[in-house]
Antibody, heavy 124, light 106 residues
């Protein structure tokens, strides 16, 4: 079974650092992009960025560039999302998702086909 | 920056057809995915590449995308379909989500 297992809920104070994780299993972790998505309380989904574990190629949404760091350790099939100094506005659920590709008519089409259960981060 | 616009809510009676729209400039030139999220749960992919259903998604879910609008259609809507639905597209290598639509089945 393909699954992404995320680390547990965190309660932090403003200014503290944090690193949360997302471990994949049941598939070749290195060869699928992992996306990170934020959901603030009562709000919608926001794409933060992505990483390709095989070579750690990383892309960020302009909204999150410089605010977080995405990394991966393919030896343990795990992707990470980290903050150097948390703010109250970082309070949210953070999801990781596997990006799957389908190849049709000479093009790749991507979708986030497997999601983790989310990590709730509370900064207060 | 590119934006995707969804209605905040859509209401439908059980057994009827629900249509949830997602609008963006020349959205038909991109391909769209749809995700369903029930309260307290992670999002689930229900449509990809505009109109393809992942394994396990009921046939009553269908999708289309043309011009400036993508549409997720649920035929014979059931109470279990009540959820938030998000459209998503790719633009310049980044993923964009619509604001989400709450589907109310009443």
């Amino acid at each position: 079974e393909v699954q992404l297992v995320q680390s547990g809920a965190e309660v932090k104070k403003p200014g503290e650092s944090l690193k949360i994780s997302c471990q994949g299993s049941g598939y070749s972790f290195s060869n699928f992009w992992i996306d990170w998505v934020r959901q603030m309380p009562g709000k919608g989904l926001e794409w933060m960025g992505t990483i390709y574990p095989d070579d750690s190629d990383t892309r960020y949404s302009p909204s999150f560039q410089g605010q977080v760091t995405i990394s991966a350790d393919r030896s343990v099939s795990t992707a990470f999302l980290q903050w150097g100094s948390l703010k109250a506005s970082d309070t949210a659920i953070y999801y990781c998702a596997r990006r799957s590709a389908s190849y049709t008519g000479g093009y790749y089409y991507y979708s986030m086909d497997v999601w983790g259960r989310g990590t709730t981060v509370t900064v207060s | 920056s590119y934006e995707l616009t969804q209605p905040s809510s859509v209401s439908v009676s059980p057994g009827q057809t629900a249509s949830i729209t997602c609008s963006g400039d020349k959205l038909g030139d991109k391909y769209v995915c749809w995700y369903q999220q029930k309260p307290g749960q992670s999002p689930v992919l229900v449509m990809y590449q505009d109109s393809k259903r992942p394994s396990g998604i009921p046939e009553r879910f269908s999708g289309s995308n043309s011009g400036n609008t993508a549409t997720l259609t649920i035929s014979g809507t059931q109470a279990m379909d009540e959820a938030d639905y998000y459209c998503q597209a790719w633009d310049s290598g980044t993923a964009l989500f619509g604001g989400g639509t709450k589907l109310i089945v009443l």
